[in-house]
């Protein structure tokens, strides 16, 4: 099962309104994929703290085999 970049998106923005996302297919298959998400928000988180946050807006669709894997990177805005 495959999903669409617009997707990703959409529910890491639903999680993160004001942030840059870019979302990368790595495989070409639609079911690889990387987010950068740069939010203000993660200042005062560790990187881990960021990436699990990011995570639980995707968690559904992971759990349910949708989204097979999403490698992330966070950043706070330079």
């Not at 840059?20 to 881990?48: C, K, P, Y």
Request: proline share 3%; aromatic share 4%; no cysteine.
């Amino acid at each position: 099962m495959s999903m669409e970049a617009s997707k990703i998106e959409d529910l890491i923005r639903a999680g993160f309104p004001n942030a840059q996302i870019t979302i990368t297919d790595l495989a070409g298959d639609g079911n690889h994929w990387a987010a950068e998400v740069v939010d203000e928000s993660f200042r005062d988180m560790n990187r881990v703290q960021q990436q699990r946050a990011v995570n639980a807006t995707v968690r559904e669709q992971i759990d349910s085999g949708e989204l097979h894997a999403l490698a992330l990177t966070t950043k706070v805005p330079e």
